[in-house]
């Protein structure tokens, strides 16, 4: 079975750090470029970083640039988001999506929630 797992998520305060990981199973991450997004209550889906499966290069939404890293686990087959000092506004359901590009989606994971609070 194809399918991406998410998790990680969890409610931490303001200024925290988190480490979500997407593991894939039935399909190697080294194929795929493999995104990260996230949908807060009453609002779009919006991306929030890519890597690429060539030469790994990364994309970083404006809002999130400096503070979250994305980064490749090939032992594990995972692809892994460090949030650091999170903010308020951070706080969604965070997506692992995997596809020939950063819009390109294939595979969905279920999702992992991350809550911002004090």
């Known amino acids: 079975q194809l399918q991406l797992v998410e998790s990680g998520g969890g409610l931490v305060q303001p200024g925290g750090s988190l480490r979500l990981s997407c593991a894939a199973s039935g399909f190697s991450l080294d194929y795929y470029t493999t995104a990260w997004f996230r949908q807060a209550p009453g609002k779009e889906r919006e991306g929030v970083s890519c890597?690429?499966?060539?030469?790994?290069?990364?994309l970083y939404s404006d809002s999130v640039k400096g503070r979250f890293s994305i980064s490749r686990d090939n032992v594990n087959n995972a692809v892994n988001l460090q949030m650091n000092n999170l903010k308020p506004e951070d706080t969604a359901v965070y997506y692992c999506a995997a596809g020939v590009d950063c819009g390109g989606v294939t595979y969905w994971g279920q999702g992992t929630q991350v809550t911002v609070s004090a």
């Open positions: 890597i690429s499966s060539g030469d790994g290069s990364t």
